[in-house]
């Protein structure tokens, strides 16, 4: 797949990745999820592989990068992002966006 992530997201998570190894050791708060156009779009934050990507909120390629995450012991902080962002943004449809993955299966397990 090729890489639509801009430079500043790929530093960003490169600098966070730095001298590290397998381990992940970052100073500050870590988001997964970056929120764009009112929660149509966010940029997912791959700690697993180190990219990030742009994806459409409802579509099966987010639901499968959260799945991903969840799957590599992501999954609580993932869903207690998804509600701060519901309930700092109550319009944007985060809500939603956590129930579609949780139907899907994404948080089982």
């Known amino acids: 797949m090729a890489s ?4 500043t997201a790929r530093a ?3 600098a966070g990745q730095a001298g590290k190894g397998d381990a992940l050791s970052v100073l500050g708060e870590f988001k997964y999820l ?10 997912v934050r791959n700690l697993t592989n180190g990219k ?4 459409r909120t409802d579509s099966d390629a987010f639901v499968e ?3 991903t995450l969840a799957a590599a012991g992501h999954g609580t902080k ?6 701060s962002l519901n309930e700092s943004f109550p319009k944007h ?3 939603t ?5 949780e139907d899907a299966g994404v948080f089982a397990g």
Do not use: C, Q
């Not at 639509?4 to 430079?7: A, D, L, R």
């Not at 970056?34 to 940029?43: S, V």
């Not at 993932?78 to 509600?83: G, Q, T, V, W």
């Not at 966006?97 to 993955?101: A, N, P, S, W």
């Open 93 to 95: 449809g985060w809500n």
């Open 78 to 83: 993932i869903r207690a992002e998804l509600a």
């Open 65 to 67: 990068e959260i799945r």
């Open 52 to 55: 990030t990507h742009h994806l």
């Open 4 to 7: 639509n992530t801009s430079k």
């Open 97 to 101: 966006t956590e129930k579609r993955l």
């Open 34 to 43: 970056i929120p764009l156009a009112e929660g149509r779009f966010a940029y």
């Open 12 to 14: 960003s998570v490169r």
